[in-house]
C-alpha cells in the first residue's frame, strides 16, 4: 500500500502539529480500544476459520442478519473478493424488502447472528423469523445451521447460544461495532466466502506495526493531522474509491467516520457540536454524478481517493467491433486504459483545482492490502477524535430516537409525538 | 402523495420569498427543459411499450450500456418493483467489475445503449465489447436484440442505427441525461422490467398540473423557498430514504442535486462557486451508521425524509420462536410495527434537534406516486437554480478531465501531469 499527499498538509505545518500533538498520538495508541486491535490482529483467525470451514462443507450460502457495524464489514469483505460461497445480508426490517430477501433462500443455507449487546432489535426480530424455519428443515439438529457473534463476556444472545449448544464467537467489549471487522464479526462470514482472512489480518498487523515507529512514518497520523488542519473550514470527507469490487468500502467508512466523530460532547465535557460529513464516491461512475459539483462547487471538502493498480487486462475493445465509425479511437484499447485513464481526469481536475487530497494504492496482494487500509482508516479516525477532543468510539446520539421506538412498539405513552406544521398533497 | 413540512420553511419568511421571486417561478416553468418535460410526460409511452413488449417476448434479461443520467433512473425504476425481467447495468468500466458483470449473462439476452451524445467514451467501449457476441449469439439477425436511446435529431449513434436498422428512441434536445427519467432512457428499461410506466407518467402529469396552480399549492415551488431559506448555513441536503425497495433513489438524487446546482458560474456571468452535497442515507440501516451525526454533529443539514406508507403486514415476528427470552417483547409484533417505530424515532431526534425537516409520504398505487415525487425532485431542482441563480441544466466541471482522459487514452502529450509531494509505504 502507498499513501500519497499533495498538499493535504504542508511540511512546516506538519511539523509544527506533530510537535504539539505528539502525546495526543501516544495515547490512542495506549488507548483501550487500539491495544484490543491490535490484540485481535495478532491471535490470528484459526477457530473462525475451522468453523467457517465446516458450514462450508454443508451450506452454499450463509444469511448474516445484524445492522450497522454488525454487517458492513461481512458485506465489503465477501463482496471485494471472488466468492466460493455467497453471502446473504438482512440488515433492514423494511418488511418488503425483507419479503424479497426471503424468497429465493433455498434449503441450503446457514444463518449467523450477529449483535454485540445480543439486544439489537432489529437483529432479535430477523433471527426470530428464521429460527423456526431452519428448525423445519433441520429439526432438533437446527444448532448446526447457527452460529452467533456477539459480546465476549455475557448477554441474552450469548446464554442463548450457550444453552442451545450453538457455536458462539466473542467480541472484545472494548471495540465497537464498527471497529470490529478483524473479529469474528468481519472474519467469519468472509471466511465462509472463501476471502483469505489471515492475509487480512497479516495487512492489518504490517500497519500496526507503523505505530511502534517514528511519527513521520505513520500514515494514519499524517493523514489525520491534514484532516484537522482542513477540519474548521471543510465539513465533507470525500472517499472517492476507484475499483467496483471495493464499492461497499464507501458505507463501512461513512458509518466509522460519522458515527465516531460525529459529536456534541468533548472529552472535556464540554458541548459544541462538531464533526465531518463522510461522502462516498464511485469512480468512474460518479465522474458522471459528483464530480461536478467536486469541481465547480464550493471549496468545502478533502478527498481521499482509493485505487487499485494492475486491474485487468484481459478485456480489450475489439478490432471492427461494428459500431459507429467515431468510436474506433477505442478499438484495440484495453478496458484498464480507459479506466486508468478516467481516474487520471479525476486526479487532475481536482488538483488543478487545489482540493485537498490524498491517494491510497493498493499494489500488492488483495487480502493484505484491504487489511491494511482498513487498519489505516480505523487508526486514522481514532487520531482526528483525539485530535478534536471526542470519544471515537462511543455513539449516544441515538438513544432517544431508540427509546421513543421501543416505547411506540410496546404501546407505552410517548412523550414526544411529532407534529407537521403544513401539508400539500399531490 | 403527501408532503409534510415541520419548520423548514416560516410562514412570513415564506411570504415574502414569494413576492420577491414570483418572477422567477413563472421563468422555470416557461424555460424549454420544463416544458420539453411535461411533453414527454403529456405524450405517453406507447411505442415504448411496444419495443419492450416485444423485447420480453424473446429476452429473459436486458443489458443496459450507459452510465450517469444514462442509468440511473432505470435503476431505480426496476429495482423499485416486483420484476418480472430482470435489468444488469453496466455504468463502470472497471475491468475486473465488468468481467464480473460479463459472467453468467447467458444467452438470453439484448442489449439497450444509452448515450445521449452517442459519443460518451465508457457506452462506447463497454458497447464494442458486447456486439460480437451479439453477432455470434444472433448471427445477421443481432439487431432484433439491440434497441438504441439517444439524441433524437443527429449524433453517430443514431446514424448508425438507422444504418444498421436498430431500433432507435430519442432524448429530446432539451432534456439532460439526469432530468430523463420520463423519456425512454427511463420508460424503455424500466417498461422490459414489467414496471407500469403509464402510471409513472399519470403521477407526473398530477404533480405537473401543480404548476398551473398557485405558489401555494406547488410543493416543489414551497420547498425549494425552504432549500434557499437554509441555503447559506448549511452545505449539506440529505434525502434519507424509508424503504429498502427505493434504495437507488439516493444515487439517483445525489446526481441530479449535485450536478444541477454545485456551479462556479452565475446566471449573470459572474464566478463564485455554489452547490449543496447531497448526501444519501437509507432507513433503518442508517439509524446504526449516519444519525449519530445528524443527532449530535453540526447543524449543517437540510433533511427530505421519503417514506411509502402502509407497507406489506404479512411478515410477523412469531410466537415461540425460541430465541432468547429477552426478545419476547417482539413477539406478535409485525416487522412494519417495528420498521414505522424505528422511523418515527428517526423523526423524533430529529425535530428533538431542530433539524429543517420535509417529509414525503409516498401512500396510493407506487407508480403514480413514484412519478409524481421524481417530478417533484426534478421541479425543485430547477427551482433552486434559479434561485440560486445557476443553470441548473448543465455541467461543465467535468469537460477539463475528459480532455485530460482522452488525451491520455490515444497517447497525446498532457499539458498537466499529477505529481505528488510525499509517499508513506506501508
Redesign the interface.
Same mark, same amino acid.
Given at each position: 500500500?502507498?499513501?500519497?499527499?499533495?498538499?493535504y498538509l504542508g511540511v512546516a505545518e506538519q511539523r509544527r502539529l506533530m510537535e504539539a500533538f505528539e502525546r495526543r498520538r501516544a495515547a490512542v495508541i495506549e488507548s483501550p480500544t487500539v491495544v484490543a486491535l491490535r490484540s485481535v490482529v495478532n491471535g490470528g483467525a484459526g477457530s473462525v476459520e475451522e468453523a467457517a470451514q465446516r458450514l462450508r462443507r454443508r451450506f452454499r450460502k450463509m444469511v448474516l442478519v445484524g445492522?450497522?457495524?454488525s454487517a458492513?464489514s461481512a458485506r465489503l469483505l465477501s463482496e471485494a473478493f471472488?466468492r466460493q460461497r455467497s453471502l446473504s445480508v438482512l440488515?433492514?426490517?423494511?418488511?418488503?424488502?425483507?419479503?424479497?430477501q426471503l424468497k429465493g433462500l433455498g434449503r441450503s443455507f446457514c444463518l449467523c447472528v450477529v449483535t454485540k449487546s445480543?439486544?439489537t432489535?432489529?437483529t432479535?426480530?430477523l433471527?426470530?423469523?428464521l429460527?423456526?424455519r431452519l428448525?423445519r428443515l433441520h429439526g432438533s439438529d437446527y444448532q448446526k445451521a447457527v452460529v452467533v457473534v456477539t459480546g465476549s463476556e455475557s448477554g441474552?444472545?450469548r446464554?442463548?447460544a450457550q444453552k442451545e449448544g450453538i457455536t458462539c464467537f466473542g467480541i472484545p467489549p472494548d471495540i465497537p461495532g464498527r471497529y470490529s471487522v478483524f473479529t469474528p464479526v468481519g472474519l467469519l462470514p468472509a471466511a465462509f466466502c472463501g476471502v483469505g482472512v489471515s492475509g487480512l489480518l497479516e495487512g492489518a498487523r504490517?500497519?500496526f506495526e507503523?505505530l511502534n515507529g517514528s511519527a513521520e512514518?505513520d500514515?494514519a497520523w499524517?493523514a489525520a493531522l491534514g484532516d484537522y488542519a482542513h477540519w474548521r473550514k471543510r465539513?465533507?470527507c470525500v472517499l472517492f474509491v476507484?475499483?467496483?469490487?471495493l464499492a461497499r468500502l464507501r458505507?463501512w467508512f461513512?458509518?466509522l467516520w460519522?458515527?465516531s466523530?460525529?459529536?456534541?460532547?468533548r472529552l472535556n465535557g464540554t458541548l459544541s457540536?462538531?464533526?465531518q460529513?463522510p461522502?462516498g464516491a464511485?469512480?468512474?461512475?460518479d465522474?458522471?454524478?459528483?464530480?461536478?459539483?467536486?469541481?465547480?462547487?464550493?471549496?468545502?471538502?478533502t478527498y481521499t481517493l482509493v485505487v487499485?493498480e494492475g486491474?485487468?487486462?484481459?478485456?480489450k475493445?475489439?478490432e471492427n467491433?461494428?459500431?459507429?465509425? $467515431?468510436?474506433r479511437?477505442?478499438?484495440g &484499447? +484495453? !478496458? @484498464?486504459?480507459?479506466?486508468?485513464?478516467?481516474l487520471?481526469?479525476?486526479?487532475?481536475?481536482l488538483?488543478?483545482e487545489k482540493r485537498p487530497l490524498l491517494?491510497i494504492v493498493l499494489e500488492g496482494g488483495m487480502e493484505e492490502e484491504l487489511g491494511?487500509l482498513l487498519a489505516?482508516f480505523m487508526m486514522r479516525t481514532a487520531y482526528v477524535a483525539s485530535l478534536i477532543e471526542v470519544n471515537a468510539f462511543n $455513539?449516544?446520539?441515538?438513544e432517544?430516537? &431508540? +427509546? !421513543? @421506538?421501543?416505547a411506540?412498539?410496546?404501546g407505552e405513552e410517548l412523550e414526544?409525538p411529532?407534529r407537521?406544521?403544513?401539508?400539500?398533497?399531490?
Open positions: 500500500m502507498r499513501i500519497l499527499f499533495d498538499h445492522i450497522g457495524g458492513l471472488e440488515d433492514n426490517v423494511d418488511p418488503e424488502w425483507v419479503s424479497a445480543g439486544r432489535a432489529e432479535a426480530a433471527t426470530s423469523l429460527l423456526p428448525r441474552p444472545l446464554e442463548w504490517r500497519l507503523k512514518d500514515p499524517v465539513p465533507i476507484y475499483s467496483g469490487m458505507d461513512v458509518q460519522a458515527e466523530l460525529g459529536k456534541r460532547q457540536p462538531t464533526g460529513t461522502l464511485l469512480g468512474v461512475t465522474q458522471h454524478s459528483l464530480l461536478q459539483l467536486f469541481a465547480e462547487g464550493p471549496d468545502d471538502k487499485k486491474a485487468t487486462k484481459a478485456l475493445v475489439p467491433a461494428g459500431g459507429p465509425s $467515431q468510436w479511437y477505442l478499438e &484499447k +484495453r !478496458l @484498464s486504459d480507459l479506466f486508468y485513464a478516467e487520471f481526469g479525476t486526479e487532475a481536475t488538483i488543478r491517494k491494511a489505516f $455513539q449516544p446520539g441515538v432517544y430516537g &431508540k +427509546r !421513543l @421506538s421501543r411506540m412498539l410496546v414526544a411529532v407537521w406544521c403544513r401539508q400539500i398533497r399531490v
